[in-house]
């Protein structure tokens, strides 16, 4: 089982609210921030969420997030076609003294 | 935030070395932590090394631990990252990127700049 675990895909149209969950299988992550990129295939990783729920500079507030226990999730709500990426959480870990991310999820807007 | 800009990429034969560097501006380069990560063809996003503000501490995937070093020079606004013992599963665009705050804990940051990415390729 992975540390960080997401679904491979998701999808929703124009408009319409979409989660992405991860689910945190370790407990040396348990109390540790989670956060969350956005990457488009050639391009540089964004930073979509800070802290569990910071959200950066420049992200609109259609993004949001959430961690509870061995959870978080990222929704993003009136979703864009501009919003199709990967999404990928990432928490440090304390017993690898080192950064996970999940697998990722597939965004498509439909 | 900041820009970063990655080169010393290319081809190289398993066992080989390269040595990535990654050179910033925008920022105050030595009150930010710094990391690299990698993504392997086909494959997700993974975290190499990291790098406290002052280099006082590094870390490592356990992947890349004893083969690969991560340094910086603050005086001249570069992260560094000296990959010896390449093997074919290192092949991968590796991206330097930057803590979104300063002087901080490891661990309680996020990456707010990355740089276009750098293609490494291990192959005979």
Not at chain 1, 25 to 47: C, D, E, M, R
Not at chain 1, 82 to 95: L, N, Q
């Amino acid at each position: 089982q992975s540390v960080l675990s997401q679904p491979p895909s998701a999808s929703g149209t124009p408009g319409q609210r979409v989660t992405i969950s991860c689910s945190i299988g370790s407990s040396s992550i348990g109390n540790n921030y989670v956060f969350w990129y956005q990457h488009l295939p050639g391009t540089a990783p964004k930073a979509v969420m800070y802290r569990n729920n910071q959200r950066p500079s420049g992200v609109p507030d259609r993004f949001s997030a959430s961690k509870s226990g061995t959870s978080a999730s990222l929704a993003i709500s009136g979703l864009r076609s501009e919003d199709e990426a990967d999404y990928y959480c990432a928490a440090w870990d304390d017993s690898l003294s080192g950064w996970v991310f999940g697998g990722g999820t597939k965004l498509t807007v439909l | 935030q900041g820009h970063l800009v990655e080169s010393g990429g290319g081809v190289v034969q398993p066992g080989g070395s390269l040595r990535l560097s990654c050179v910033a501006s925008g920022f105050i380069f030595s009150s930010y932590g710094m990391s690299w990560v990698r993504q392997a063809p086909g494959k997700g996003l993974e975290w190499v090394a990291s790098i406290r503000y002052d280099g006082s501490n590094q870390y490592y995937a356990d992947s890349v631990k004893g083969r690969f070093t991560i340094s910086r020079d603050n005086s001249n606004n570069i992260l560094y990252v000296q990959m010896n013992g390449l093997r074919p599963e290192d092949t991968a665009v590796y991206y330097c990127a930057k803590d979104d705050l300063p002087v901080a804990g490891i661990g309680l940051t996020g990456f707010d700049s990355w740089g276009q990415g750098i293609l490494v390729t291990v192959s005979a």
